[in-house]
């Protein structure tokens, strides 16, 4: 059965941190991402990890998390972590782990779609 169970989300005032985890089992996964929901806004994507390279991808718009938020996986590759430094009130979202089977080519790995399992979510508030 495979599953992945995020965890480390919670309440945590502007400028601080967290770090999620995402617990992979049940199938080998050649790509991983972090997705976010804000209330009454549409799921985005945040960032994204090949663990048997190493390559990192983050979302490249407006006031990107690029350069506050590092995407990385464990040893065993079963692990994806989402350290969160310097955090805002509009990082406040239910974060949500991805998995995919297959990777397409890096022009995808932003994509809902791309990703064929997911987690539950975990709830991120930042305090302002």
């Known amino acids: 059965q495979v599953q992945l169970v995020e965890s480390g989300g919670g309440l945590v005032q502007a400028g601080g941190s967290l770090r999620l985890s995402c617990a992979a089992s049940?199938?080998?996964?050649?790509?991983y991402a972090w997705f976010r929901q804000a209330p009454g806004k549409e799921r985005e994507f945040v960032a994204a990890?090949?663990?048997?390279?190493?390559?990192?991808?983050?979302?490249d718009v407006a006031d990107s998390v690029k350069g506050r938020f590092t995407i990385s996986s464990g040893n065993t590759m079963n692990m994806v972590y989402l350290q969160m430094n310097s955090l805002k009130h509009e990082d406040t979202a239910v974060y949500y782990c991805?998995?995919?089977?297959?990777?397409?080519?890096?022009?995808?790995?932003?994509?809902?779609?791309?990703?064929?399992?997911w987690g539950q979510g975990t709830q991120v508030t930042v305090s302002s």
């Open positions: 990890i090949r663990p048997s390279g190493g390559a990192t991808y983050y979302a």
């Open positions: 049940g199938r080998t996964f050649s790509t």
């Open positions: 991805a998995a995919s089977t297959a990777y397409r080519g890096r022009w995808f790995v932003s994509a809902q779609n791309e990703y064929n399992y």
